[in-house]
């Protein structure tokens, strides 16, 4: 069964358009663990939360407070710096998504370089792996970067289906960047890694990525939080949970 995670910084950053700088109360609306518990009760099977350098949306005791209240798992989405990987050393979830972060990009814009960087993710997988934290890497459908993965000893890859998505509405570039993703989640699996996916997704393009094999998990947020706004956001995880419900691995 392919299982939902839901990325719920999209609702932190609604908060923090209006509570940022400000103590946290409970006027500090709307609450990203109360969606996460919501997301919960409507099915889905873990949720992920990206703890950005800058504090923009997900802040510190966002993640503190979803560590004691959900009930399936944590994803933490983060860079690998030093300071980050001792707070995820003290929170413990479940896995740990590394990705790249600029400061200055609206949302995670690439794929972690793996390849260029093979020594401190692999140190880094080494120290949450011994505390028994998962490791994911949020990379490219790239041959090179699924090599170096592989390489880390990552147990997990989450493909960047971001291309596929933006070239969705042209079809010569959107049959290649689909036949990109399942290159990709064939080599990954041939490698032993196990095959996320994730950025961009929608209800619309969500259709064709059943012909990508093998993927375990897909991370969906934004366009699940913009359903919200019109259907409340148990029943957008429905919605979402319902039209992937027919994916076959292989
Ligand atoms: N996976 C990763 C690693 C991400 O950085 C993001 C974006 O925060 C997502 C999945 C979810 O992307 P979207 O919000 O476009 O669904």
Known sequence: MLKLGVNIDHVATLRQARYRNREETSRSEPDPVAAALACERAGCHGITAHLREDRRHIVDGDILRLRKSIATRLNLEMANTPGMVEFALAVRPEIVCLVPERREEVTTEGGLAVAANLFAITETRKRL??????????????????????????????????????????????????????????????????????????????????????????????????QAIFTGIESAVRDFLAAIAQYKAS
């Not at 950025?199 to 012909?211: A, D, F, S």
């Open 129 to 226: 792996g011994e505390a028994g934290i998962d490791v994911s890497l949020f990379i490219a459908p790239d041959p090179r970067e699924i090599d170096a993965a592989a390489e880390s000893g990552a147990g997990f890859i989450e493909l960047h289906t971001g291309a596929y998505a933006e070239a969705y509405n042209h079809k010569a570039p959107r049959q290649y960047e689909l036949e990109r993703l399942i290159t990709a989640a064939r080599q990954a699996h041939g490698a032993g890694l196990k095959v996320n996916a994730g950025h961009g997704l929608t209800l619309e393009n969500l259709g064709l990525i059943h012909l990508v094999p093998h993927l375990e998990e897909l991370n969906i947020g934004h366009s699940i939080v913009s």
